[in-house]
C-alpha cells in the first residue's frame, strides 16, 4: 500500500507542477520558463518509468500485457512513452537552441503538448480510492439513462419549439401584411421577438436554455405576450412538463441506477465487507480485554452477564444481529471447548459466525447433519428392533 500511496502522491504533485508551469509559461518567452521547471519534469518521469519498469517486472510479460489490470498497464505505458520523447526533444531543443527553425520549433512545442496526458493518470486514483471509484461507476453506469433523457428532452424541445414558432412567424406576418399591405409580404419580427423565437432552432436553444439555467424563462415569455396567451400557455406548459416531470423522473431514474450500480460493484463490495470486519474484530477484542479484568485472557458466563448489564457488550452484540436475550444460551454456543470459560479466540470467532442472518453455507450443513442424524437414528432404530425380536425369541425358547 505505501508503494501506491506513495506513486498517487506523485501524481497529484506532478498535476500541480504542470499547472504551474503553464501558468507561468503564459507570460515568459520559451527560453525564459525558469530551468527547474524542466529538471522537475524530467525528474518525474524518470519516477513514473521506473516504476512502470517495477511493474512489469514483478507481473511478467503476459501479466503486464494481458494480466487482470492490462488497460491500465497500456495506458500507463502510452503516456510515460510519449513523456519520455518529450523529455528528450525538451533537452535537444535546449542543446540546438541557435540552430533550430521556427518549423523544429513548432514540432518541439506540439510534442510539448502531450506533457498535459499526464495529468489524466489522476484517473489512477479511481481505482485504489474507493469513493472515487462509486462516483465514476455511478456516472458511467447511468450513462443509458442519461441517453434516453437527451432523447426525450429532444423530442419535448423540438415539439415545443416548432408550434412556438409557427405561432410567432404567423403573428410576424399579420403585422408585415398590415404594415405594406401586400399578402406576400416576408415576416418580420420585432428585436425581442427574433432574439428568442426567430427559427425553430433559436425557438429550441432558447426552450433548452430555460429549464438549464441559460436564461430566465420569463424573460424569454415576455416578447410572446404580444403574439398571443397560446403562446404563453404553451411555453408554460413546457417549462411544467419538463421542470416537474421529465427532470424529476431522470433524476430518480439516476440516483437508483447509480445505487444499483455502485452495489453490483463486486471488488468494491468485497473491500467494504473486508473493512466492516476488521473493524468488528477490534472492537470485540477491546470489548474482551475490557470483561477480562484479571488478564487471564479467558472469560466466565458470570463475567459475560456482569458485561451485559453494562450495556456496551450488549449493545455492540445487537447491533451485529445477535440476540441477548438468553445469555446462558449464547455462553454455551461461544463456549465450543466446553470448558467453562471463554477464551479470546473463542468469543471473537463465535460472535462473527453468529453475526447477521443465517447463511446459505450454515443452513446447508444444518440439512446435511440432520440428514446424518436421521439416518443414524433410522439404523438405531432398526438395530433396537433386532435385538428386541431376538430377545424375544431367546426368551420364547428358554420358555418352551
Not at 269 to 292: H, P, R
Not at 298 to 313: C, H, N, P, Q, W
Request: hydrophobic share 50%; aromatic share 8%; glycine share 6%.
Amino acid at each position: 500500500p505505501w508503494f501506491t500511496n506513495g506513486i498517487m502522491l506523485l501524481i497529484l504533485i506532478n498535476v500541480v507542477l504542470l499547472g504551474v508551469e503553464v501558468d507561468m509559461a503564459a507570460g515568459l518567452g520559451m527560453q525564459d520558463v525558469p530551468g527547474w521547471l524542466s529538471v522537475a519534469n524530467a525528474a518525474f518521469v524518470a519516477i513514473f518509468l521506473l516504476e512502470l519498469l517495477l511493474r512489469y517486472a514483478a507481473v511478467g510479460w503476459s501479466g503486464f500485457w494481458c494480466g487482470e489490470d492490462s488497460s491500465w498497464n497500456i495506458f500507463d505505458f502510452i503516456v510515460i512513452a510519449v513523456s519520455v520523447i518529450d523529455v528528450c526533444l525538451d533537452y535537444v531543443a535546449v542543446i540546438l537552441s541557435s540552430s533550430v527553425n521556427t518549423g523544429q520549433l513548432r514540432l518541439v512545442r506540439s510534442i510539448r503538448l502531450a506533457r498535459a496526458l499526464r495529468g489524466i493518470r489522476i484517473v489512477w486514483l479511481f481505482e485504489y480510492v474507493g469513493a472515487l471509484r462509486t462516483l465514476a461507476l455511478s456516472i458511467v453506469s447511468t450513462s443509458g439513462s442519461l441517453f434516453w433523457t437527451i432523447v426525450i428532452l429532444v423530442i419535448l424541445v423540438y415539439s415545443f419549439g416548432v408550434v412556438t414558432t409557427q405561432l410567432v412567424i404567423e403573428h410576424c406576418r399579420d403585422l408585415a401584411v398590415e404594415a405594406l399591405q401586400d399578402p406576400n409580404a416576408i415576416p418580420e419580427c420585432p428585436e425581442s421577438l427574433s432574439r428568442y423565437w426567430a427559427s425553430v432552432g433559436t425557438s429550441m436553444l432558447t426552450l433548452f436554455a430555460s429549464i438549464s439555467g441559460g436564461l430566465d424563462w420569463e424573460s424569454a415569455i415576455q416578447p410572446l405576450r404580444m403574439v398571443s396567451a397560446g403562446a404563453v400557455g404553451l411555453v408554460l406548459l413546457y417549462v411544467t412538463i419538463t421542470v416537474f416531470a421529465v427532470l424529476n423522473v431522470v433524476i430518480g431514474v439516476f440516483c437508483n441506477t447509480a445505487i444499483e450500480n455502485a452495489g453490483a460493484d463486486k471488488e468494491l463490495a468485497s473491500i467494504k465487507q473486508v473493512y466492516t470486519k476488521s473493524n468488528q474484530v477490534s472492537t470485540l477484542k477491546k470489548i474482551f480485554y475490557e470483561i477480562d479484568t484479571s488478564g487471564s485472557d479467558e472469560v466466565s458466563i458470570e463475567d459475560l452477564e456482569e458485561a451485559m448489564r453494562g450495556g456496551e457488550l450488549k449493545n455492540f452484540l445487537e447491533s451485529m444481529g445477535i440476540s441477548t436475550d438468553d445469555v446462558w444460551t449464547l455462553c454455551i454456543l461461544l463456549d465450543t471447548d466446553r470448558s467453562g470459560t471463554i477464551d479470546l479466540e473463542e468469543f471473537v470467532t463465535g460472535c462473527m459466525q453468529l453475526h447477521g442472518p443465517a447463511k446459505s453455507m450454515q443452513l446447508a450443513q444444518m440439512r446435511f447433519e440432520n440428514r446424518a442424524s436421521r439416518r443414524i437414528l433410522k439404523q438405531l432404530q432398526q438395530d433396537v428392533h433386532i435385538m428386541k425380536s431376538l430377545m424375544n425369541a431367546n426368551t420364547a425358547t428358554e420358555h418352551f
